[in-house]
Structure formats: C-alpha cells, structure tokens
C-alpha cells in the first residue's frame, strides 16, 4: 500500500491555519509532524524517534498501533464496519458482558458512545431521568467535556467557552490547596458539600467527580475524601458519577481509580484507554437506575463493530499483560526519579503528586507566568532531546506523565536522566 506523500510540518501547520478554527492549537513553537507509531514510540517525518510520555492525553494505554489489537481492528474492519443499535450484532453485547467483569460493584449496563464529552452528558441526563432533579454539583478545576452541559459543570475557566452555559451547577472547592494538607483541603471540600446539600439537596440530581483531576493539574484527594463524599450524597438521594475518562483502565494501577477510595459510584464514564486510539466510550450502572433510562434513544456510531471489537482487543492485552499491575510497578520508580529531581530543583519543582502512571509536576517560578513558560521551554527541549511530555494545571504550569502502560523502566531512567539535564540548563539559564 502507498504511503501518503509526507508534506512537512511547515505545510502542515499552514493547512491547519488556513482551514481550521482558530481556537485549535498545538503545544511546540516547532512542532513534529508526527507520521507513525509503535507502542511507546512515535516519529516525525524525518525519522526522528520520540518517546510519548502524554499517550494522546491517555489515549493509547496499550501503546500505538498495537499490532496485537491492530490485527483484531482490521480482521472485524473487513468483516463487517457498521451497522447501528436497531440490528442484532455480536461485538458490542460481548463488549457490554466484558465491562461487567471489570467494572466495580453493581454496575452492569453500558451505554456505547463515541467519546468522553458524549459519554459525561449521557451519564447527566441519566443521573436527571432517574432522580427527577435538575442540579449538579461539581468541583473546582475538573473538566468534564465540550458540550453544553458537560461544560457547564467543567470547573476549569479555560475550557469554558460557552457564554450560556447551564446555570443549574454548584461549583464547591476541590480537595486541594497548595497551603492545605490533603486531609484539611479535604475537610474544607466536605463542609462545602454538605453546606449545598443542605440547602438545596432535594433539587440536586448528581455531583460530577474526576477521581483524579488530569487537566486540574494531576490532583489525587485525601483517600478518604470519596467515601465521606458517598455518605453525604446518599443521605440526600444524590448520584455520584465517577468521570474515569482519563484514569480508566489500568493507568493509576487499578483497573478504574475509584477503587483506590474504595468507593463504587452509581454511574462511572469511560473513553480514551478503552479504543487505544479507536472512538468507543461508554456510560455504565446498576440495573436500577438504568431502568429509568426508558425513552427511545441510540448513538448511531456508538459501539460499532469495529470499535467493539478493539475495546475488547483492548480488555485482552490489558489482561494478559497486566497492565495495572506494570502501572502500579513503573508509576512507582517514575514517581521516585521525579521526587528525586524535587529534591534537587526545589526552586524549580514546587510539588509531585498523582498515582500509577497518572503523574504531575509542577513547576515554579518568580510568578504564574513565568512558571508557565518555564513549562514550556521544559516541554521544548524535552520534546528536541526525543521525549513528548504533556501538561495541565490551572496554571499551565504542571508537566503531566501520562506515557503508554507498556513503557519501561529503561524509558523512564532515560527520560528521568534527560529531564535533569533540561531542569539543570534552565536552572543555570536563571541564573545568568
């Protein structure tokens, strides 16, 4: 087969500017074209190797064109591409049985869906059919998606473009602050909870959580924090949905996040991991409240055969390789060679925080703006010395590993050892 003739990023990056919408951007000031991928790697249009340290924000946790699941894509890809919901095929139910394994709990029905914003907005207006309220609580600085009303309840101000969002949304802090303990910012969070439930409890439907915050800038609470949160909403009848987009499948080191709190929601949202690059996601929950999901409804791309048959390819490599379990291993040894550098540049690395492989850094400088750009120069001269790196925080100033599960310890030495080497010329640039 040709391969399409390879342009050049220069031409790349004038198409998209001449044909896209201008709130579409990217991260470098000289920005790869990237043309391949194989597992942890990826390479621009010269050659040059990368190794992805952000996975298309989580993406392909399996690592690029995976050719163990690619196989499965394109045998069903050949077999059969499309049909919708009102025909009887086989991969999406084996998909829906394969989730129940997995999924914490009671929950058991799926939703098939295309994305994470589609699947956050179906678990929404699930959450309202069942309990006939209207309100949703949500934190501080989460993002939940681009629709109306996934971005009425996206915390983070930068993600909010809309100017009429939905107005039925109580923002209360989130269970961070850079001057708190876990367990006081916690506290702080709670006493806000329960100050609205008090209130207006009775018109409140769910609360919207990430359990660990991506975009937020990698924020984990306190591990009590979900269970306390569980308590309180019960008592008023309030759902609890679990946006798992980005910590689903094995990336924090078990199978969904939540289990690190060790509390079940009663409706958890999926995407990303699950396709490991093919759009498939999904919202799932007890029979229960499932029930009251009873009106006619149908997302013609949702569950394909196609995308079914990768996400189960995807459960498949997940389980044989126990990919949690290497997450927990890795996320570890990443963990300590990224405290490691903290100790070294505590003028420059102000905190560490996340789980698994679901890691932030985040920088400091004189000021916020300056932190941000000490950001990006990091992530350029990472990404000249061969390593992609993403970043987020309220701020823009937190450097996010989010890498393939299949990375290695040797990626992440290597990675590590070039970052002291960014970190120490930045800080020597400073100090000139």
Not at 17 to 38: E, I
Not at 205 to 217: C, D, K, S, W, Y
Not at 234 to 262: K, N
Not at 402 to 410: E, S
Request: glycine share 10%.
């Amino acid at each position: 087969m040709k391969q399409q003739e390879t342009i050049g990023r220069a031409a790349v990056a004038a198409k998209r500017k001449q044909y896209f919408y201008p709130c579409t951007a990217h991260f470098y000031r000289d920005a790869p074209q990237l043309v391949r991928g194989s597992m942890q790697f990826i390479y621009d249009e010269h050659g040059k190797r990368y190794t992805d340290f952000f996975a298309g924000v989580s993406v392909v946790a399996c690592g690029h064109c995976n050719p163990v699941i690619t196989a499965r894509t394109i045998e069903q890809l050949q077999q059969l591409q499309h049909t919708s919901t009102i025909y009887l095929t086989q991969p999406n139910v084996d998909l829906a049985e394969r989730l129940e394994e997995v999924l914490p709990g009671n929950l058991r029905r799926s939703f098939f869906v295309n994305s994470g914003s589609e699947a956050n907005e179906g678990a929404l207006l699930l959450a309202r059919m069942h309990t006939g309220r209207k309100g949703f609580i949500a934190l501080e600085s989460g993002l939940h998606g681009r629709t109306n009303l996934t971005m009425s309840v996206t915390g983070l101000q930068m993600w909010r473009t809309d100017n009429y969002l939905d107005e039925d949304v109580t923002f209360i802090e989130r269970p961070y602050h850079p001057e708190l303990t876990l367990e006081e910012a916690a506290a702080v969070s709670l006493k806000s909870l329960k100050r609205v439930l008090e209130e207006k409890g009775n018109t409140i439907a769910a609360m919207i959580v990430e359990p660990i915050q991506g975009n937020g800038g990698m924020i984990m609470p306190a591990l009590t924090y979900f269970r306390e949160v569980k308590t309180l909403l019960d008592q008023y009848g309030v759902l609890l949905i679990a946006d798992e987009i980005q910590t689903g499948y094995g990336r924090t080191g078990t199978m969904f996040a939540m289990e690190h709190f060790g509390v079940v929601p009663d409706i958890i949202s999926m995407a990303k991991a699950l396709g490991n690059g093919v759009p498939v996601a999904a919202f799932a929950t007890t029979d229960e409240i499932a029930a009251s999901l009873n009106r006619p409804s149908a997302s013609t791309f949702g569950g394909n055969p196609v995308s079914a048959a990768t996400a189960l390819a995807v459960l498949d490599y997940i389980r044989d390789e126990q990919l949690p379990e290497c997450a927990a291993e890795l996320g570890a040894r990443l963990k300590n060679g990224l405290l490691s550098l903290q100790q070294q540049f505590p003028g420059m690395i102000a905190d560490v925080r996340g789980t698994g492989l679901m890691l932030g850094a985040e920088l400091t400088a004189a000021d916020a703006a300056g932190a941000a750009e000490l950001t990006d120069a990091v992530l350029e001269e990472m990404k000249d010395r061969g390593y992609l790196i993403g970043k987020n925080g309220v701020g823009r100033n937190v450097l996010a590993f989010q890498p393939p599960l299949v990375v290695t310890a040797g990626d992440i030495d290597g990675m590590i050892a070039v970052l002291h080497e960014v970190l120490l010329q930045a800080s020597s640039e400073k100090e000139e």
